[in-house]
């Protein structure tokens, strides 16, 4: 049996911040795999919502859960034909169209 671990954090649901800075792609990635999650979702509390889905998503680890949070509430409220994706990193901003990968 290995010993080693499968993840490279340990599952925080606190979603503290982890070590080492976050590749923009990994970032861009985060924001809008959660923003679908609460599309599909349409919860009450998103903020618990995500919190249980951060504490499982193996990458989503890698990026803080305040960070996704304050990406997410920057989502423009005007709806868009194209929808929207987050692009640029941490210091990003919503695009509106469907992001380049899933």
Known sequence: MPTERPFLHDPDPGGTTPLGAVPPA??????????????????????????????????????????????LSRKPSEPSEEGWYWAGGEAGAWVPGRAPFP
């Open 26 to 71: 990994l970032f861009d990635l985060a924001v809008n795999r959660a923003d679908a999650a609460l599309r599909g979702l349409r919860p009450r509390h998103p903020e618990t919502v995500l919190a249980a889905w951060h504490a499982r998503t193996r990458f989503a680890r890698r990026v803080p859960l305040a960070a996704v949070l304050i990406a």
